[in-house]
């Protein structure tokens, strides 16, 4: 199997995640949204040395991995192409903050060593929450709370598209590199000689599928916005979900869990 025929099988596989029965799954799309832009948000708002407090957020995506049945292992390798990205973000900070900011034992660590792991954190949890959003809600209830929200139809409607673009821009790709792959049997890879060809008949079958796609939106009723996806409406199990676990963002915030819990411990030991 080549990484195209892959690719469009992680794909797809999303599509069956997210068609699971878990509790997570029931939850409303709205209430799954919302809590996750607010564990974002609270996230993110987490200072650069403020590792220990943020160290707790954590809990709560490998929760919802527990509960929605979906392996932690899964999340990582579907992000493996970003993770990179993110968790470099932070890598020059030790060399512009080389302040001490703590020391364990005959160690010393540099503020820029907390800031730069505080980020790759950040990052980290901010990419598990959004992976357990798509993947426990279906893309048209997802883009379907988005409306309910009031979010541009035009925005959402380029969401859904692009999402769904994706598995055909894949299928397009492997068809010709199949074809390739036919026509030269011992070249491995692509020559480069052949990329400027590729990319053009690429972008030609891309606009001739999209003018299909778009022809097929139309006969369905397209106008615009999509009439056939709907948000199901919340519940009281949902509204508590939102709150409680907002409460419980906020209150992580606020206080250092952390430190606090270590106080206690150390309290009872004495």
């Known amino acids: 199997m080549n990484k195209l025929d892959r690719s469009l099988r992680e794909l797809r596989e999303m599509d069956t995640l997210a ?3 878990s509790p997570v799954h029931g939850l409303c799309p709205i209430a799954k949204l919302l809590t996750t832009i607010a564990y974002i ?3 993110l708002s987490f200072g650069k040395y ?13 929760l919802l991995f ?9 999340c990582f390798r579907k992000l493996r192409f970003v993770l990179p990205l993110v968790l470099a973000v932070g890598l020059f900070n ?6 001490p900011l703590l020391t364990m034992g005959t160690v010393t660590v540099s503020g820029g060593v907390v800031s730069m792991i505080t980020l790759m954190a950040k990052g980290v949890f901010c990419l598990m929450a959004s992976f357990l959003l798509v993947a426990t809600t279906p893309i048209d209830s997802l883009c379907a709370a988005l409306r309910r929200l009031h979010v541009p139809s035009v925005l959402v409607t380029l969401l859904l598209l692009t999402y769904r673009y994706v598995g055909v821009m894949t299928e397009e790709l492997a068809v010709m590199t199949d074809a390739y792959h036919l026509r030269a049997p011992g070249q491995k890879g692509i020559h480069y000689t052949a990329w400027g060809s590729f990319l053009g008949q690429l972008l030609l079958r891309s606009m001739d599928r999209a003018e299909e796609i778009y022809g097929s939106m139309q006969l369905r009723g397209l106008r615009g916005d999509f009439p056939y996806a709907r948000a199901r ?3 009281a199990r949902d509204g508590a979900w939102l709150i409680l676990w907002t409460a419980a963002f906020v209150l992580c915030r606020i206080f250092d869990v952390a430190q606090l819990l270590g ?5 009872g030991a004495r």
């Open 50 to 62: 403020q590792l220990s407090g943020l160290l707790v957020m954590m809990l709560w995506p490998l």
């Open 263 to 267: 106080g206690l411990v150390g309290g």
């Open 41 to 43: 948000a609270v996230v």
């Open 233 to 235: 409406s919340c519940t």
């Open 19 to 21: 068609a699971g029965t």
């Open 94 to 99: 030790p060399i512009f903050d080389r302040s």
């Open 66 to 74: 527990q509960l929605s049945g979906i392996p932690v292992a899964t």
